[in-house]
C-alpha cells in the first residue's frame, strides 16, 4: 500500500522548508503547476503551519505570489499569532515565577520551549502551557494554583499524568509525569530516566525576561518524538509536531550522544517508528542527514505512507472528522469515536505491530472504564 502527496501538500511543504531554512521556495513548483491556494491555506491550518507557510508564500516572486485577499488573510492570521504568542511568554513567566515563590520547581515541556528551535519563535504556531512539577510537588502545585486564583478543572485525580487550568485564558497543564509508554516494562524505564532528567537539568532559556527551567537536550530530543509518536498511533498530528522534532535536532545536533540516543530508543521501544518519521525530516522538511540520527533511505516508502496519513489526518485527527456530524446521544458518540479510533490504529499497525497493539488494548479498557463509570453515575 502506497500513498502519494497531492500537489497543494507538496507545494505547502515548499513553502514550510523555505521558511525554517530561510532559503528560496522551489519555484518550479508554483511556475509548472496550478496552484490552489485555498486548498494550501486550509491544509497549512489543519497541520498547524500556518505562519511557516504564509511567510514562505510571501518571499515568492511577485509573478506567482498569492492573491491580495489571500495575502491580507495571512497577515492578519500572524499577527495574531504574534500577539499570542507574546501573550503566553508572559503567562509562562508568570506561572514558573509563581510556583517557584511557592517553593515549585516548574520545568517547561514543548511548546514555547520548543519555540526557540526555530529562526524566530513566533514561527511556530501556538499551543497551551506545559509545566512539569513532578510526582512530589503535584499536589502542592494544584493547591497553589488555588491560592492564585486561577481557573481550574472541575476534578484533581491524584494519578492523572496532568491538571489543567487557565491563567489569562491560556490552557496549562501541571504535569506530574512527562508521558507514559504502551508497554509496561518500557514505561518503568521511561519514567525513571525522565525522572532523572528533569531533576538535574541546570538549562534555563529566556522568556519574557525570566530564566526559565527546561530539561536536557538529550530529553527534549527523545520526548518530543514520544510525544509526537503518541498522538500520532491514538489520533492524528499535525505537521508543527514533525518540524518541532526536526529544528530540535538541528538546534542539539553536537550536544546529542549518538550511542546514548540509540540506547533510549531500543529501550523505550521506539527505533523503528524513528527510522519511518527521519525521512519525513530530512526529504520533506529539509534538515541536513548529518542532523538526524539514523536517517536510511529504506525507509522512503514506509515514510511517505505516514506523510500521507498525517497530511489527510491534521493535527489530533480533526481532518479526518471534519464533515462529520455529531451524533446524538451519547451512546451514538461513544460507537462513533470507537469505531474511527479503531480504523485509525488498524490502518497503523504495520508501523509497529507490538507497540500499537499495546496503546489500542489500552485505549479499549480505558474506554469501558469510563463508559461504566458514567453509566453508573447515569443510574
Not at 526536526?246 to 521506539?270: C, D, G, Q, V, Y
Request: with cysteine; proline share 4%.
Amino acid at each position: 500500500m502506497y500513498h502519494s502527496i497531492s500537489l497543494s501538500a507538496q507545494q505547502m511543504l515548499a513553502l514550510v522548508r523555505s521558511t525554517l531554512w530561510q532559503n528560496p521556495v522551489d519555484e518550479a513548483l508554483f511556475s509548472k503547476n496550478e496552484v490552489d491556494w485555498q486548498q494550501i491555506a486550509q491544509l497549512a491550518l489543519q497541520q498547524t503551519v500556518g505562519i511557516l507557510t504564509f511567510e514562505g508564500a510571501f518571499s515568492l516572486k511577485q509573478s506567482l505570489s498569492p492573491p491580495k485577499e489571500w495575502i491580507q488573510k495571512a497577515f492578519s492570521f500572524i499577527e495574531r499569532n504574534r500577539r499570542t504568542h507574546m501573550l503566553i511568554d508572559k503567562c509562562v513567566a508568570e506561572s514558573v515565577t509563581r510556583l517557584s515563590d511557592k517553593g515549585i520547581t516548574a520545568l517547561l515541556l514543548k511548546g514555547q520551549a520548543y519555540a526557540r528551535s526555530y529562526p524566530r519563535s513566533e514561527m511556530r504556531q501556538c499551543g497551551d502551557i506545559d509545566l512539569f512539577v513532578g510526582e512530589d510537588s503535584y499536589h502542592s502545585a494544584y493547591t497553589a494554583i488555588k491560592d492564585f486564583g486561577w481557573k481550574r478543572e472541575d476534578q484533581f485525580l491524584p494519578k492523572a499524568k496532568h491538571y489543567g487550568c487557565w491563567l489569562q485564558g491560556i490552557r496549562i497543564e501541571l504535569h506530574r509525569m512527562a508521558g507514559q509508554l504502551p508497554s509496561r516494562s518500557a514505561d518503568r524505564k521511561f519514567q525513571q530516566w525522565s525522572r532523572n532528567q528533569v531533576s538535574t537539568s541546570k538549562r534555563r532559556i529566556s522568556i519574557a525576561g525570566k530564566g526559565i527551567p527546561v530539561p536536557t537536550p538529550t530529553f527534549d530530543i527523545v520526548f518530543v518524538f514520544l510525544h509526537l509518536y503518541h498522538h500520532f498511533r491514538n489520533g492524528g498530528i499535525g505537521l508543527r509536531h514533525v518540524c518541532d522534532w526536526t529544528m530540535l535536532m538541528h538546534a542539539h545536533s553536537k550536544e546529542i550522544n549518538p550511542n546514548e540516543l540509540e540506547k533510549l530508543l531500543l529501550e523505550f521501544r521506539l527505533m523503528r517508528a524513528w527510522k519511518i518519521f527521519a525521512p519525513i525530516a530530512v526529504e520533506h522538511l529539509g534538515l541536513p542527514e548529518t542532523a538526524c540520527p539514523f536517517y536510511s533511505k529504506s525507509y522512503r516508502k514506509h515514510s511517505k505512507m505516514v506523510l500521507s496519513m498525517i497530511m489527510k489526518e491534521g493535527n489530533f485527527g480533526r481532518a479526518r472528522h471534519s464533515g462529520a456530524k455529531r451524533q446524538k446521544g451519547y451512546f451514538a458518540w461513544k460507537i462513533y469515536s470507537f469505531r474511527h479510533q479503531t480504523l485509525c490504529q488498524m490502518k497503523k499497525l504495520w508501523i509497529d505491530p507490538n507497540t500499537i497493539s499495546r496503546a489500542y488494548g489500552s485505549y479499549v479498557i480505558k474506554g469501558m472504564t469510563r463508559v461504566i463509570k458514567d453509566i453508573m453515575k447515569m443510574d
